[in-house]
């Protein structure tokens, strides 16, 4: 059983900045890709960024140059700092891990989501 864990969310004012992590856990192989997607009611989830195993980075044009996304492999962990937050980054934001698990004498691989996190951009 694999088990994502976010953190890091919460209340911050227009122009300040909050670092979200998303940690794995669990009879994990290997992780591909990771990303973080956000949703507001009404509204599809859509997505934020997203970072191979490599490194290579995409972002929603919205955030370019406000948020980084990395990943720490040897932690199985995802992050995503938001700098110059405006009112419209309000949303619930979930990570999304592709993960290859051990099962008996093979493996498999499907995308897991965290349990989402508040963020809330207002004065």
């Known amino acids: 059983q694999v088990q994502l864990v976010e953190s890091g969310g919460g209340l911050v004012q227009p122009g300040g900045s909050l670092r979200l992590s998303c940690a794995a856990s669990g009879r994990i192989f290997s992780i591909n890709a990771m990303g973080w997607y956000r949703q507001t009611p009404g509204k599809q989830r859509e997505l934020v960024a997203a970072?191979?195993?490599?490194?290579?980075?995409n972002y929603a044009d919205s955030v370019k140059g406000r948020f980084t996304i990395s990943r720490d492999n040897a932690k199985n962990t995802v992050y995503l700092q938001m700098n110059s937050l405006k009112p419209e980054d309000t949303a619930v934001y979930y990570c999304?891990?592709?993960?290859?698990?051990?099962?008996?004498?093979?493996?498999?691989?499907?995308?897991?989501w965290g349990q989402g996190t508040q963020v809330t951009v207002s004065s």
């Open positions: 970072i191979t195993r490599g490194g290579s980075t």
């Open positions: 999304n891990q592709h993960i290859t698990t051990a099962q008996g004498m093979g493996v498999m691989s499907r995308d897991y």
